[in-house]
């Protein structure tokens, strides 16, 4: 750059004296050696000053990109976005341009790390706040034990059965943070299988009469079209994901309420959802009740949820089956959980067929 601003100045100095010297030769009488002499004096002048003035202008600039730079070692990435402006000349405009680029998206990376680790610092909280309940309630019945009420089998036998609780509930916590952490490692495979998908319903439905009857509630079924349907999926992850959205309705839902499981079949694939008619969730929860470890105030606060990781590892699996989990809920009228399967062929093919028969899997 340095030797082109020479270049161009030496080159426009010559044109500049030449253009006067002829303008001179025409105009008036001089002499050879006067002319020459005028031709040294407009050349220097007129070169020295376009020298000065690109040195000049390249040198602002440089040192503007310079000042970018040391914000940049100085990682004020926001700063060099603001008050990036564009250069005079082409070349370095094209240098702040990628400066700029640069800065952004350090400055994204910067953004992303702070959040990670937010929810490091919080999901290290909540473990610590989730694991301290129970072991400290444990421990209060244990401690009471040994100071005495050990001796009244009464009170021994009911504290025995609530500490024995408060473990249930600790194991149940690390049984899901288990499960949780496997599937966001990738640890656990879906094994898809094709399986009939009324069947998963039925044994979810088996499974949880008990505890909707202690509340009242229906289980309802829906299918369209009204016989069997063969989806590819893990007929294990795929229950475990039906049961939990159904004991979330029973447990969440009102008394007396009503929940139905609806499958509705299309070319490939099958839309399943999960309805109640409870209280519904709060816009403000809905797009984070799939967080690991969100409650929703309330549910917190009545002590009747679990710790918040059942619908972060329905997600999981719903994504590992190349589908998206949706929700939608209106306060005092209930709420509805989605996603879909893709279809099977109905029909097993011989070899298929002869390998169920081997390995005896159930709704084939
Ligand atoms: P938990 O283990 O607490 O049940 P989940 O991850 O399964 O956690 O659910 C997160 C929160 O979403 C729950 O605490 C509850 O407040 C809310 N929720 C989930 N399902 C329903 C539902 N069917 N109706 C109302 N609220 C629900």
């Given at each position: 750059m340095l030797l082109n601003s020479r270049a161009v100045a030496a080159v426009l100095g010559l044109v500049t004296g030449g253009i006067t010297m002829l303008f001179l030769g025409m105009v008036t009488k001089m002499q050879p050696a006067a002319l020459f002499f005028s031709f040294v004096v407009v050349y220097s002048v007129a070169a020295l000053s376009i020298y000065i003035t690109l040195e000049f202008l390249i040198f602002r600039e440089l040192n503007r990109l310079y000042s970018m730079v040391e914000r940049m070692k100085k990682k004020d990435y926001k700063e060099i976005k603001r008050t990036f402006k564009k250069y005079s000349f082409r070349p370095i405009n094209r240098l702040g341009d990628q400066m700029v680029k640069f800065a952004s998206r350090k400055e994204e990376e910067i953004d992303e790390l702070k959040s990670l680790e937010t929810y490091r610092r919080e999901f290290l909280a909540d473990v610590g706040h989730e694991l301290k309940t129970p072991v400290f309630a444990a421990q209060g019945f244990i401690d009471t034990l040994i100071d005495g009420a050990v001796d009244d089998p009464e009170v021994r036998d009911k504290f025995l059965k609530?500490?024995?609780?408060?473990?249930?509930?600790?194991?149940?916590?690390?049984?899901?943070?288990?499960?949780?952490s496997q599937l966001e490692l990738g640890a656990i495979n879906m094994r898809p299988i094709r399986v009939e998908v009324r069947s998963l319903v039925n044994d979810v439905f088996e499974q949880l009469e008990d505890r909707a009857a202690k509340r009242n509630t229906i289980l309802k079924f829906e299918s369209r079209p009204d016989r069997p349907i063969f989806v590819?999926?893990?007929?294990?992850?795929?229950r475990q994901v039906l049961n939990n959205l159904v004991e979330n309705a029973i447990k969440y839902g009102n008394d007396n309420g009503r929940i139905t499981i609806s499958l509705d079949a299309e070319k490939e694939f099958v839309n399943l959802s999960v309805r109640d008619d409870g209280p519904g969730i709060a816009g403000e929860h809905l797009k984070r009740i799939f967080e690991r470890f969100y409650r929703v105030e309330k549910s917190r606060n009545k002590n009747m949820g679990g710790v918040g990781l059942g619908l972060a590892i329905v997600k999981h699996i719903v994504e590992a089956h190349e589908s998206k989990i949706t929700v939608n809920s209106k306060l005092g009228k209930g709420t509805s959980f989605s996603f879909r399967l893709r279809k099977a062929k109905a029909e097993p093919s011989i070899t298929e067929a002869k390998e169920n028969e081997v390995s005896g899997r159930p709704g084939l």
């Open positions: 609530k500490a024995s609780k408060s473990l249930d509930g600790l194991k149940e916590l690390l049984e899901e943070l288990d499960t949780l590819l999926a893990d007929p294990m992850r795929i």
